[in-house]
């Protein structure tokens, strides 16, 4: 899949999110990965949800995958840490 | 599959169902489920990481599920709101 269709979910409202994947469908995107790691993996479900159930009904859940991601840390010294990732490909 | 296999994520430690998921497939099951709606959400992925990586790496990830739930509102005469919900199946 190509790496341009992806959005990556932070901390800004669902909304926001929302309309990057309207858009990218609307320009002839078939797939669009919804890509989020640690608190924000609620919002990507919120994202993909709100797509698929109130804008773009003929638009499926292809693919869900979860994941870990190691994270330097961020004073010297200490441990990485752990952050759970989550990737939901949505299919039009 | 039977729901006697699901461990629901509330807002405990993120080790609490951790624990719940090990004793049962220590039990004998070959399927768990793990579920959550909200801001839980995010706690099932640590969750199935965790159980997947750190304790029994011989669990796959089965099927991971998204979906919305719509939820009475609190107060008389408002509007229900929605949550979205995930369900994440692990096999052993």
Known sequence: MSE???????KKPVM?????C???FHG???EVSI?????????????????RRKFLPDVKVK???????????R????QPTNVSTVEITLER
Do not use: F, H, P
């Open 4 to 10: 341009s269709n992806a959005v990556l979910i932070g």
């Open 63 to 73: 693919k869900i995958g979860i994941g870990t991601d190691q994270v330097e840390a």
């Open 28 to 30: 002839g995107a078939k």
């Open 35 to 51: 890509k989020a790691r640690g608190r924000s993996i609620g919002r990507a479900v919120d994202v993909a949800e709100v797509v």
């Open 22 to 24: 309207i858009t990218l």
């Open 75 to 78: 004073e010297e010294g200490s």
């Open 16 to 20: 926001n999110y929302v309309l990057a």
